[in-house]
């Protein structure tokens, strides 16, 4: 700790930091713009100016910049100083020379950082009266709106975009006094996370442009904390609503999690919600026109479940407390975990190696500070793209620490240290049978089958002591390569090895946990991170249940005759003639879900049910930690949660295991007492009755505009507002106005900090941790005592079958995910997902022209699919887009054989 003073006032500080960073954390409104946490200081904006003194006698002082100066014990330093005052107040006025003054139709209007500075400093009037230089915007694609007048050249965009999160097509082009942030030329930004610079800039130059279709300020919103629906990591949301649609999805600072960022999928794949495939009202068949109340549907469904045998499918995209609350309506011996066999066993190899290994599974802020990282059979960037995010700040851990030991700098001095640093990396090494994005910082890479890969990561696991079988038969080139990273691995103090579900094979994720398992076992400190499909599929696997085709069993044998379905579309989990087999023997299916789909064409009831911004729930990440969203609106007509759904119907049916349970709480209660795994649910957030002041926290800003007239072309009144009796939050403008728990914060604002940046104001320490904690809480923490579960089977070599074709899954973050396709944006950008790749000798071996359409019958079902050459793939290994609209290839891999012909068949 060092002691300086400010203003005369002595202040205990850490060291390591810069004076913009304590000045903030300290609670003092110093104006910025090029600094940013996440992305240190580089002095380009000169907004932070403070005087700093030799002594107590030292009365004249030297202006310095905050951002570049370190603390220093003893130093004394003013920010009300005339002149740093009066410095700052000319600096601004300089940066707003030729900015256009358009804050009346700007979308950042109300939420912009330049406005909260420009007041901060006192620059009321401008002093420029001549022509503004002018610059053309650029078409940047769906998610990003350009507007390059607006410019003050803090050059954050660049350095977010190019620096931190390693793209390649968004640069500054400059000549004498003209500055331009942009492409060569419009088009779409490649980046997976461009939508960041909608928040990283401190103006509007880049907004959202989703946003802009359906405009709102931010002022007029009602806001509530959420969690990502789009992987299986978690990250943490705020969504924004006016007029019951959701507006605007904005990240919501987790210092665990995804701190200050989000990728496209999570930031713009939210138009689901406002969809006009919504199904919106109860519906039963055969009924005059389908549609009927919510009471009769109450009542015809219980009279169901009392007089016949019923099974429940539950399912990953749905909450916690959906999913416990159907397990309890069917009974747990009825209950169907609703993931396809390859999901559901790599889900529960995840789980077994989570709760039963020693080794921890790190955050994603944890993961950012490895010093070598392996990646096996992983292509992040579209699986888990925030990790593959982290992965870009991990390896340059290594020579950071380097620079900083060679030319004394902190960390936070970002410029000098990427001089320093080049363009070395630290070491990463990839094996996949695909290129990655990654690929550009690897030491290593190694592409073959995945069974194959599985053996290299084998023999390193067996080189650092695990008690595997002998992996015989590598070449020489596989050998060296695992001398390479057994060295590498060795030398690491904190190595990263992550696995996952990406390529079909679960060996590569039981390789990745022997290596992990093997370090600790030798003394070092290992994380281990594995990817999952789906938002909530770890939490489901933690409540347990039967395989989805066991169902079909259920049903042939006469131990059921009705099915409920939550949230799930069944054509995607299996092989259709399966869910066909289920809707044959089922005298009714019950479907609770939020989208038609082929699963809601086939059910005989229909329950509309709210998505994630119309619903309370907790889902459980990858890292095992679970999260609670809220509900944003309350939604028209009978939409509702489908835990409540539930509840209704358990009442009528006289189901005593949910006896007496009514609210969010109550469920959370039952469901953690009843599941000891779970228990520590129940302390995720404060329960309903929790006040501060008295009062609830509001979702609605103080400035909350217009609520009389929403309504007013039905009554010229104004409602009273929906009452929330689930959570502490309330559904208005009124309530308390301080710095709410961290997971019941809806948005962040703070007097005089109208932007995001405001979140400063919110951590312990700046970019650490919120006051009291993160959101969320851990259910799986390493086993450290007993004998360590290796997994000693070392898999057999691939060997390509004369004949046959092993297909892949791809997977895409544009164009995978169900939900995340009913936005236009994101459908816009998903690759052609009708075609097969390839090796080419395997197209000449077959006589199939490349780019030819080719028939295939997998299992009885047909699909016309252009053949596209990849020489990546080896022999007898075909690849195909996972998530491909209407197909039925549900579980890859999978094996088809040729008849010498172009139309292969089922083996």
Known sequence: MATIFIDNKPYEVKDGKNLLEVCLQLGLNLPYFCWHPSLGSVGACRQCAIKSFKDEDDTKGRIVMSCMEPVRDKMRISVEDKDA????????????????????????????????????????????RFTKRTYNNQDLGPFLNHEMNRCIQCYRCVRFYKDYAGGKDLNVFAAHNHVYFGRQQSGTLESEFSGNLAEVCPTGVFTDKTLKSHYTRKWDMTYAPSVCQGCSLGCNISAGERYGSIRQIVNRYNGDVNGYFLCDRGRYGYEFVNSDQ????????????????????????????????????????ASLESNFVLRQLVGAEHFYLGMSDTDHDHTNIALKILRDGPVRTPSLHEAEQADMVLILGEDLTNTAPMLALAVRQAVRQVPMH????????????????????QETKGPLFILHTFPTKLDELATGIHRDAPENLA??????????????????????????????????????????????????????????????????????????????????????????????DSAVDALKNGEADTVIVLENDLYRRADKHVIDEIFRHAKDVILADHLYNPTAEKATVLLPVGTFAEADGTIVNNEGRAQRYYQVYVPKGEIQESW????????????????????LDDVVWAMTTTIPALAAVAHLAPTADFRMAGQKIPREPHRYSGRTAMLANENVSEPKPPEDEDTPLSFTMEGFRGEAPAPLIPFFWTPGWNSVQSVNKYQSE???????????????????????????????????????????????????????????????????????????EDLHAWDITPGSWVNFHIQ?????????????????IAAM???????????????????NSEVPSTT
Not at 459 to 484: C, F, I, M, W, Y
Not at 489 to 510: C, S, W
Not at 881 to 899: H, K
Request: a neutral charge.
């Open 455 to 548: 053996r290299i990561a084998y023999a390193v696991s067996r080189q650092l002591g695990a008690p595997v079988t002998e992996v015989k038969n590598l070449n020489d080139t596989e050998q060296a390569l695992v001398d390479q990273i057994t060295a590498a691995l060795k030398a690491a103090k904190r190595p990263l090895i992550i696995g996952g579900y990406g390529t079909g094979y679960d060996h590569l994720m039981k390789a990745a946990a022997n290596i992990s398992w093997a370090l600790m076992q030798g003394g070092a400190q290992p994380m281990l991170s594995l990817t999952l499909p789906e938002c909530n599929s770890l939490g489901l696997e933690m409540l347990g249940g039967h395989r989805l």
């Open 85 to 128: 005052t009066s410095f700052r107040e000319h600096v601004i006025g300089w940066l707003m020379t030729n900015h256009p003054h358009d804050c009346a139709v700007c979308d950042e209007g109300g939420s912009c950082h330049l406005q909260d500075m420009t007041v901060m400093t006192g620059h009321s009037y401008r002093d420029y």
């Open 766 to 840: 700046i970019g650490g941790h919120l006051h009291g904690g993160d959101p969320g809480k851990r259910l799986l923490e390493p086993h450290v005592n007993g004998s360590i579960p290796f997994f000693t089977e070392t898999p057999q070599p691939y060997l390509p079958m004369p004949g046959h074709l092993h297909v892949m899954p791809v997977f895409s973050i544009f164009g995978s995910d169900e939900l995340s396709m009913h936005t236009p944006g994101i459908a816009s950008r998903a690759q052609d997902f009708f075609c097969i790749y390839m090796n080419p």
């Open 278 to 317: 919504r199904i919106v009202h109860p519906a039963i068949r055969p009924h005059h026109n389908g549609t009927s109340s919510r009471e009769y549907i109450i009542q015809e469904v219980a009279a169901k479940l009392r007089n016949g045998k019923t099974i429940g499918i539950g399912s990953p995209r």
């Open 860 to 876: 009885g079902h047909a699909y016309l699919l252009s053949a596209v050459p990849n020489n990546w793939l080896p022999r007898g």
């Open 881 to 899: 887009n996972a998530g491909l609209p209407g197909s039925q290839i549900i579980d890859l891999p999978q094996c088809i054989r040729f008849n």
């Open 644 to 663: 409540r759904w539930f509840l209704q119907i358990a009442e009528k049916a006289g189901v005593e295991r949910l006896h007496g349970l009514h609210l």
């Open 402 to 421: 380097e620079a900083m030991e060679q030319v004394h700098l902190a960390a936070w001095h970002d410029a000098a240290l990427r001089e320093a640093m």
